[in-house]
């Protein structure tokens, strides 16, 4: 039943597996102090990558077991926490039993495209854990919580940038004098994103035959750090990506600017993409678990709220750091990835809107106020995990 259609708002019971990541620690503090009961399902492997890479948060996150009772200590409420990996079907399946959730959102994934490239191993490493979690969470779907919605996370990269407007999973089309409804076509950019594809179809399929409900949320790059939630103690702070590994586009040039280092602009950068303030992630995450897709649903959302070009955010970055008194470069590097230039991309986004999204969007002061958090923490920031380092080509 709807949280948002009852008198009572007796919140849902909800999975959020990669709860102790950038997009899932905010949306669990969310979707609990909306009232739900959430339980984190998570591996802590993020933590693992950060040690094998020699990465770290810029900002100083607390082990997942201490960051919940900081929630519990500010808020009065409970997240309870399940570690395991979603590879383990064994975990899952009693998690799942025991829990009977009324939304699964899954975050819980291998999600940088560097890390997908790094070599055969790791391409294999991501494909594997996408693939074969989001078919286990299916399978613990259909097994053990049928009535269960699924909330996955793919990626507005599963679209590529196709020289036509892309629409939200699905494109009526013509051929021949015949129409249909076909999945909207995939060009994906990295094996990382071809991993998102194949869990696209694998969720579409899984509704067909099974009757499931999922929303497939196609998500933009997401920027910012705080939410209202992360903001009411310091030890509930986010975590914050810089690496070239982990870090995202903007992120990372707003803690190039402030430790002083060229923005890292990769080749022209007219790579246009779709972006979202992680204050908007987490909303549209609630949006979708409250507003559930029908019984045999495979809806697909794409979540952002503005585009820009690489190049774009760059200058927006320097106008923002001189705000701050930063006087910030940008140094155009030969690109370590394979991709479109001056490319068309104008993509719909207008179901999460209709749904009541009221999208944050990046204006100056918003950059500042990242700015100044990340500034908060520059003694943390590890210069050699600043260029590229991994590579497309052969
Ligand atoms: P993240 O790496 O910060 O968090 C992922 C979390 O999942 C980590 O805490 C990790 O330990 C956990 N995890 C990974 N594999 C697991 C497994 N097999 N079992 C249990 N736990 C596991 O990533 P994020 O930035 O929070 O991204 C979350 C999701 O959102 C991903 O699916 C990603 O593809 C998608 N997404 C992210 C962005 C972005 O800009 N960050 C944009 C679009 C889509
Ligand atoms: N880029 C630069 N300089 C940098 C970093 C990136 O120019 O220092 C460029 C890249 O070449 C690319 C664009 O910025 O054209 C975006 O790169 P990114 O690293 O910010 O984002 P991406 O690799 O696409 O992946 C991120 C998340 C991933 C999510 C995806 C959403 O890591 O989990 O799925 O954003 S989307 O791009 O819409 O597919």
Known sequence: QQASDQGTKRGLRIIVAGGDGFCGWPTALHLSKQGHEVTIIDSLVRRDIDDELGSNSVTPILPLEQRVAAWKEVSGSSIDVRIGDLGDYDFLSAVVTEVQPEAFV???????APYSMIDREHAIYTQRTNVEGTLNVLWSIRDFAPECHLVKLGTMGEYGQPNIDIEEGFIEI????RKDRLPFPKQPGSFYHLSKVHDSDNIMFACKIWNIAATDLNQGIVYGLHTNETRMDPRLVNRFDYDAVYGTALNRFLIQAAVGHPLTVYGEGSQTRAYLNIEDTVRCIELACTNPAAPGEFRVFNQFTESFSVEEL?????SAAAQLGIDARIDHLENPRVEKYHHYFNAVNTRLIDLGLEPHLLTESVLVEILESARAHTDRVKN???????????
């Open 384 to 394: 050699e995990l600043i260029l590229p380092g991994v590579t497309w080509r052969k």
């Open 174 to 177: 013509e051929h021949r004098g």
């Open 314 to 318: 760059a200058v927006k970055v320097v």
């Open 106 to 112: 899954h975050f819980a994934e291998q999600r940088s």
